[in-house]
């Protein structure tokens, strides 16, 4: 999988002469978004790269290329799987529309099903098809030609992305082993991707069938070719990495999972964060080598949002602590930020209409002493089951609906 990758880095500048599909994942670049384009551009090129039907299938990351270094999971992964980052091409290694004309491009989403930010501008109007897990955005055309258009809840993209792909994965009678296109590697980075995404398929408000089968098969598989096999302690060591944000500062650990929208001229940000508000404010004193107050908060919150012009900006996080019987309690808190005495009657208006469905209680903010007046509101979010997928949505609803009173 490695030459693949370091192959299609190279037709990317060679798209003058030769059309390319380009499979891009969503900006916040998570290990589904990442799995999910290197599988489909994998599974779909065809294995003689010689020919000059060939069809050239371009994985794209949606991060610049220093940000893959706040993804040490992605390190992690890429060591078991014999995979060289560097091979990997990044929004730093996209060459200028002079040189990638969008005419000689057609791109395949995954993991998103509308193309936004600086690519959209440019490309929007190539998109040729997408597999996504999101809801619909209702932007890639209905009619999609030799591409699919597959929208469809579930825990992980990757799991439709391999049911669509690499179908033979889910069929009991074939037999993979002496096929390089489903080599041990290729199909340990699908099941990290979906393993994570429904938390080794424990988290039942995520999981679905697809997800379940295309585990079942992928495990059934990996246990054949070597006794070693653990699916759990796989799942263990991907998930120790993901979690430990040991070294990353404030500033860091919020743009790591980090998604982005502009709903009528008004800009929302959400990062997601897999450890609590404690850990997170904490985080504004390390920074600062002096004790945090709110005005020491406030001014690294400006910071962030001044430089993404951010109108409104949600910090949602989720982590779990151990119950009396060995079982994990996972729980979540949704902070929301505003920039102006508009937004900020944005979130009180979000908060009225969504208290009751998302089960929002206050909170106090125990890690950060008093200062400046605050410009937040901080929230336990009892409904666990809502993950960014269904509140950015509900954000963007109040933003449409209240925006222009
Ligand atoms: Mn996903």
Known sequence: MDSFLRTSKEWLVSAREEKITIVVGNEACDL???????????FRSEDNPETS???????????????I??????QTLFKICHIDAANLVTLTDLPTPEILPPE???????DHNKL????????????????DHHNEENSVPKNTKTEPRIIEKCGSCTSLVLREVAAPLLDENADLDDKPKYGSDVLKLGLASILIDTHNLQDATKTRKVDQDVVTCIDRILSARSPDWNRDAFFGEIDAVMRNLDGL???DVLRKDYKQWTETDVKLGISSVVRDLDFLDGLVDKDQAIGANSGQYMTAVSEFMAKRELDIWAVMTIF????????????????????SQQSRMLVEKFEERNREELQLESIKDTK????????????????????????APLIRNTVKQYSKI
Not at 69 to 74: A, C, D, G, I, V
Not at 320 to 339: A, I, N, P, T, V
Not at 375 to 390: D, E, F, I, L, Y
Request: proline letters at 4%; charged letters at 20%.
């Open 104 to 110: 000689q491009t057609q791109w395949v989403l995954v």
């Open 32 to 42: 589904d978004s990442m799995a999910s384009a290197v599988l489909f551009a994998w």
């Open 249 to 251: 500062s404030f500033n």
């Open 116 to 131: 936004d930010s600086n690519l959209g501008q440019l490309y929007s109007s190539c998109v040729a098809g997408c597999i």
């Open 320 to 339: 779990s602590s151990k119950q009396k019987d060995g079982d994990k309690l996972f729980q979540r808190q949704l902070r929301l930020h505003w920039r």
């Open 53 to 67: 039907s060939f069809k050239k299938y371009i994985p794209l990351l949606n991060i610049p290329k220093e940000d």
């Open 69 to 74: 270094k706040l993804r040490p999971e992605f």
């Open 368 to 391: 950060l002493s008093p200062g400046a007046e605050q410009n937040w509101m901080t929230w336990r979010q009892n409904n666990v089951a809502a993950s960014r997928k269904q509140v």
